[in-house]
């Protein structure tokens, strides 16, 4: 795997020509760039697909409420419908992910990644739908993803690829990007609580 390479042993870096020992005394580390992409990639199709389950709909949910329907009902039953297709979301693109990257992380760490970032790009689907018109949707998907595209997503993905590998320096010496082992279940629930936010601010947008 080409996407990290520990650094190279103290005694061959002492025989390199100078020029080439400060980088023979740092580890090639990509996978900082993959997690960006994978939560990019995730954030935007998430966006896209929640931001039908309101945005499509705001004059049917006018009317009904103003006939006497409840929007927490209405809201939650919503959400509920949208579950399978977040399973379903979420288990084809960590299909799609392990096939054209060498991963590390077991499938089941991956796919609780991929499906977490989507709860999290659905709430927001949710609160553009409901305050930009269905024309300019799109366009502030793009927006928000590239704005808002979670940075715990990363970190976890970082910490489940960066774990199982040999090199001495990840097991002895802090990770970079200020990023720790210990933070792998708090990144988890940042992101969360990230999708929560997002949703109350739908519920009371609508």
């Known amino acids: 795997d080409d996407d990290y390479i520990g650094k190279a042993p103290i005694e061959i870096c002492e025989i390199m020509p100078f020029i080439h020992i400060p980088i023979c005394l740092q580890a090639k580390d990509l996978i900082q760039f993959v997690g960006v992409f994978m939560a990019l990639v995730v954030t935007s199709a998430g966006i896209s697909a929640g931001s039908s389950t309101f945005g499509y709909e705001k004059v049917v949910y006018w009317r009904d409420t103003s006939a006497g329907m ?20 979420a288990l084809v693109f960590s299909l799609a992910f392990i096939i054209f990257y060498s991963n590390r992380a077991s499938f089941l760490q991956i796919y609780i990644i991929v499906l977490i970032i989507y709860i999290n790009a659905w709430a927001m689907g949710y609160f553009i739908s409901v305050i930009v018109p269905k024309e300019k949707i799109s366009l502030f998907g793009i927006g928000f993803a590239l704005a808002w595209a979670p ?12 774990e199982p590998r040999p090199w ?39």
């Open 151 to 162: 940075r715990w997503a990363i970190e976890a993905f970082y910490l489940k690829e960066l």
């Open 168 to 206: 001495d320096e990840i097991k002895t010496e802090p990770l970079r990007h200020t990023y720790s082992f210990d933070n792998y279940t708090q990144c988890l629930l940042n992101i969360l609580s990230i999708a929560l936010g997002w949703a109350v601010l739908a519920f009371f947008a609508i």
């Open 70 to 89: 409840r929007t927490i009902p209405y809201f939650l039953a919503k959400i509920i419908a949208n579950i399978p297709r977040l399973i379903i979301a």
